[in-house]
Nanobody, 124 residues
Framework: QVQLAESGGGLVQIGGSLILSCVASGGTISNSLAGWFRQTSYSDREFVARIDQRGSFTDYGYSVKGRFRISRDNAKNTVYLQMSNLSPADTGNYYC?????????????????WGQGTPSTVSE
């Protein structure tokens, strides 16, 4: 069983970019398919991307195609997810999967940059 640790999540503004990493320990990832999926307010489990063992074949979910890119470095036992042109719909927990193993996830929040606001009263 391989242990997976995702990182790279955080807060980003609309249109911004992030790169997620998934580092494996306790075994090699080179013989396994790898991928990312996410949990959002719209879906409990949405397929994001996958990549074959050599990195020759990739596949993407419809909502991220053209904006996200999955890659892997087997020598570093790491899978990456480059995300660009992010929107609030991309907000969620992102999980790495290698073979039958899954990480704990990393949180991505895409913000409009506007705060909640506060009421203000002006009196004479």
């Amino acid at each position: 069983q391989v242990q997976l640790a995702e990182s790279g999540g955080g807060l980003v503004q609309i249109g911004g970019s992030l790169i997620l990493s998934c580092v494996a320990s306790g075994g090699t990832i080179s013989n396994s398919l790898a991928g990312w999926f996410r949990q959002t307010s719209y879906s409990d489990r949405e397929f994001v991307a996958r990549i074959d063992q050599r990195g020759s074949f990739t596949d993407y979910g419809y909502s991220v195609k053209g904006r996200f890119r999955i890659s892997r470095d087997n020598a570093k036992n790491t899978v990456y997810l480059q995300m660009s042109n992010l929107s609030p719909a991309d907000t969620g927990n992102y999980y790495c999967a290698v073979g039958n193993d899954r990480g704990q996830g990393t949180r991505v929040t895409v913000s409009s940059g506007w705060g909640q606001g506060t009421p203000s009263t002006v009196s004479e």
